[in-house]
């Protein structure tokens, strides 16, 4: 039986797949069954930022050397070394972690700490964004989402872009009702074709949550650990967030976590008010070794990786803006997260296919084709891949 047809009779798939059987995944590239190499200008949508395979990270991935599973009720070593690494280079005065197993349950976290701390059950985001896959995450992302499920939590108001001053004064609005437990969002927001806020407005909204008693939340699962040129993309804004969200790129791709910290302050309090957050798969040993391995190689090496995102971010910026797309397209570019806006959603899906079978490998999302390239892509490979993409225009 094909491969495609085993997978249409047992597996459950939320989205129809590229025409790609993945066997093996090295630096920028990606390997099919038949031998076929594709430049990665994805990387896992933000997992493998350092590249597949990197030898530092998969090096401390040692079955034999660590335990097979430990309960939530016990000590581990390995769990206080990845908490005080985190506390290390976190922003602003972050400093409890909560172990997860990814993205929405970091968020999950996030939302439950809001309510605990502030006593207050509504929650304000933006229009269209996308935080998770359970209840409380899919609530807080696009209002689209309330026409498929029925039973999503009432308390959540959409902000909608663009993110400027006005916006900032639809949020004042708000928060003056002093009934919102949090303001979540994704600094650089990756998830709607790299929308990266004016800094009036972020500059607004972290003085608003305070002045308000209003939790900011930072969900930086895709757009953290470098992606956007710096560590988080909050400190592009000088924010110092309450609670911080991160996953993917966390372990550099090589197995899946989360975590949600906070400052001690609202820890000890969540704390005594009952909260319970459960991962029973939360910081398993072998991503506890690989998110160790992956932030110390980050703290070694953070001056050679910025080194190259600020070179590639700029050759991007160049061959991009001399690119004749169909209709003049509009580029984002921060760090390595870029969108490019070319006015048409066939136009775009049309332009991923043919790069597809040339081998690049990117996505779309509407009108927009998003490159989330590897930041310790080499200078020859960023070249090829753009060469592909100008050749499918």
Not at 24 to 41: L, Q
Not at 344 to 358: C, G, T, V
Request: charged letters at 25%.
């Amino acid at each position: 039986m094909k491969q495609q047809s085993r997978e249409e009779q047992f597996f459950m798939s939320t989205e129809e797949p590229e025409d790609i059987q993945v066997t093996r995944t090295t630096d920028e590239f990606i390997y099919d069954n038949h031998g076929k190499r594709y430049i990665d200008f994805n990387a896992g949508w933000c997992v493998g930022n350092l590249g597949w395979k990197r030898k530092e990270i998969q090096s401390k991935i040692n079955p034999a050397k660590i335990p097979d599973y430990i309960a939530p009720g016990y000590h581990y070593k390995g769990w206080a070394d990845l908490a005080e690494l985190l506390a290390s280079i976190a922003p602003g005065e972050l400093q409890k972690t909560v172990r997860a197993t990814g993205g929405t349950e970091a968020v999950e976290a996030a939302m439950q700490i809001a309510m605990l701390y502030t006593g207050r059950a509504k929650f304000l985001s933006v229009e269209g964004s996308y935080h998770g896959n359970s209840i409380g995450t899919l609530s807080i992302g696009d209002s689209e989402n309330r026409e498929q499920y029925k039973n999503l939590l009432p308390n959540c108001i959409k902000i909608k872009p663009p993110l400027d001053d006005k916006a900032a004064d639809r949020v004042e609005a708000r928060l003056k009702k002093k009934d919102t437990a949090a303001l979540i969002m994704e600094p650089v927001i990756c998830n709607l074709g790299v929308m990266i806020p004016g800094h009036a407005f972020m500059k607004r909204i972290n003085v608003l949550c305070k002045r308000y008693g209003t939790l900011l939340v930072m969900d930086e699962v895709a757009c953290g650990f470098g992606r956007t040129g710096k560590l988080f993309a909050c400190e592009h804004f000088d924010m110092e967030p309450d609670i911080l969200c991160l996953a993917k790129a966390i372990t550099g791709g090589a197995v899946p976590m989360g975590a949600c910290m906070t400052t001690a302050k609202i820890a000890d309090k969540v704390l005594k008010n009952g909260f319970q957050f459960y991962s029973t798969y939360g910081w398993h040993p072998l991503a506890v070794g690989a998110a160790i391995a992956n932030i110390r190689y980050w703290i070694k090496n953070k001056k050679k990786i910025f080194g190259n995102v600020t070179a590639l971010s700029q050759r991007f910026t160049d061959r991009l803006s001399q690119m004749k797309f169909k209709k003049e397209a509009n580029v984002r570019i921060l760090g390595l997260a870029i969108g490019i806006d070319v006015n048409d959603p066939k136009y775009a899906e049309r332009i991923q296919q043919k790069s597809l079978k040339k081998g690049l490998l990117f996505t779309t999302q509407e009108n927009t084709l998003t490159l989330f390239p590897p930041l310790t892509m080499r200078q020859t490979i960023a070249e090829e891949g753009l060469d592909i993409l100008e050749s499918c225009l």
